[in-house]
């Protein structure tokens, strides 16, 4: 079946810095979402892109859908303790409710 | 501003015990799900329900069952736990389809034993 895959699959670093990550899939798709799950919580939507080559920014994360439409990008700048986290991406090819495929996330933890 | 409720938090059952993890959303929202998270693999779709009185498989809906018992309720029953069961079990709304923004419960942390 479809797989997303996510890099890295965590991350330990300094508050203040930058942060990326990336989300890829051999399949295409049209829709890409960015969740934030805080430890013992439920996710969060965060950025949602709908447009090959979209760039889109909530605060200080900005996120792009890929040109191939086969990948996403999210980026964090200038880090803070709350950002801790788990990012989950999640594709969508079709407005079908099961054709949600979920990445397996990226842990990020910041040192203050 | 509750959002969506889940209830309970924590349960341990034995193997072969049957039990309903509960749901409610206040949002008025046509669209409901279970999934269920395990480490390394991300949230996978167990049921979903696009609006009241409907109901559909997901990826992984073996030895569960739903009922969307209204607008605002979707239960998930598991009949007969098993340990390969254990996890930790998200109730989601949305108000459209699916590429509009879900949202979560708190989760409900299930371990058969």
């Known amino acids: 079946g479809q797989q997303l895959n996510q890099s890295p699959q965590s991350m330990f670093i300094q508050e203040g810095e930058d942060v990326s990550m990336n989300c890829t899939s051999s399949s295409i798709f049209n829709t890409w979402l960015w969740y934030k799950q805080d430890p013992g919580e439920g996710p969060v939507l965060l950025i949602a892109?709908?447009?090959?080559?979209e760039l889109t920014s909530n605060g200080r994360l900005t996120a792009q859908f890929g040109i191939t439409r086969k990948d996403s990008f999210l980026n964090i700048s200038a880090s803070i303790p709350s950002d801790v986290g788990i990012y989950f991406c999640a594709g969508l090819f079709e407005t079908s409710y099961d054709k949600v495929i979920f990445g397996p996330g990226t842990s990020l933890s910041v040192i203050p | 501003n509750a959002g969506v409720t889940q209830t309970p938090k924590f349960q341990v059952l034995k193997t072969g015990q049957s039990m309903t993890l509960q749901c409610a959303q206040d949002?008025?929202?046509?669209?409901m799900y279970w999934y269920r998270q395990d480490p390394g693999m991300g949230l996978r779709l167990i049921y979903y329900s696009a609006s009241e009185g409907t109901t559909d498989k997901g990826e992984v809906p073996n030895g569960y069952n739903v009922s969307r018992l209204n607008k605002r309720e979707f239960s998930l029953r598991l009949e007969s736990a098993a340990p390969s069961q254990t996890s930790v079990y998200f109730c989601a709304s949305s108000e459209g389809t699916a590429n509009t923004e879900a949202f979560f419960g708190q989760g409900t942390r299930l371990t058969v034993v």
């Open positions: 892109l709908y447009k090959a080559g």
């Open positions: 949002m008025n929202h046509n669209s």
